[in-house]
C-alpha cells in the first residue's frame, strides 16, 4: 500500500477527528499533499490540500474554519484534524499525492 489512511469513524455533529496518512514510501517535500472526499451518490470533491514549497493552503469553502491539514515530511505524514463535524461531511476520505491514492478512510457524522 503506497498511502495508508487512518483514523475515520463515527463521530456526533459537532464532534471532532483526526485523518492521517502515512506515505512511507515517498519524499514528501517533492509533492503537494491533499485531502479528498465521496460522500455517497457524489463525486469525489478535494476537500484540502497543502503545497510542497510555500506551504500555501488550499480548503473548500463548506470546511474553511473547521478543517486544518498539516504535513511532517520527516514523518512521512499528512493529517487532517477536523472539528465541528457536520453530517454533511459523512464520506470517504483519501489522502492524495501526486497520482497516488490512499485506500479511503469512512467518516460517518451522525447522532
Known amino acids: 500500500v503506497q498511502l495508508q489512511a487512518s483514523g475515520g469513524g463515527l463521530v456526533q455533529p459537532g464532534g471532532s477527528l483526526r485523518l492521517s496518512c502515512a506515505a512511507s514510501?515517498?519524499?514528501?517535500?517533492?509533492?503537494?499533499l491533499g485531502w479528498f472526499r465521496q460522500a455517497p451518490g457524489k463525486e469525489r470533491e478535494g476537500v484540502s490540500c497543502i503545497s510542497n514549497n510555500d506551504g500555501s493552503i488550499y480548503y473548500h469553502d463548506s470546511v474553511k474554519g473547521r478543517f486544518t491539514i498539516s504535513r511532517d515530511n520527516a514523518k512521512k505524514t499528512v493529517s487532517l484534524q477536523m472539528t465541528s463535524l457536520k453530517p454533511e461531511d459523512t464520506a470517504v476520505y483519501y489522502c492524495n499525492l501526486g497520482r497516488f491514492w490512499g485506500q479511503g478512510t469512512l467518516v460517518t457524522v451522525s447522532s
Open positions: 514510501r515517498f519524499t514528501l517535500e517533492n509533492y503537494a
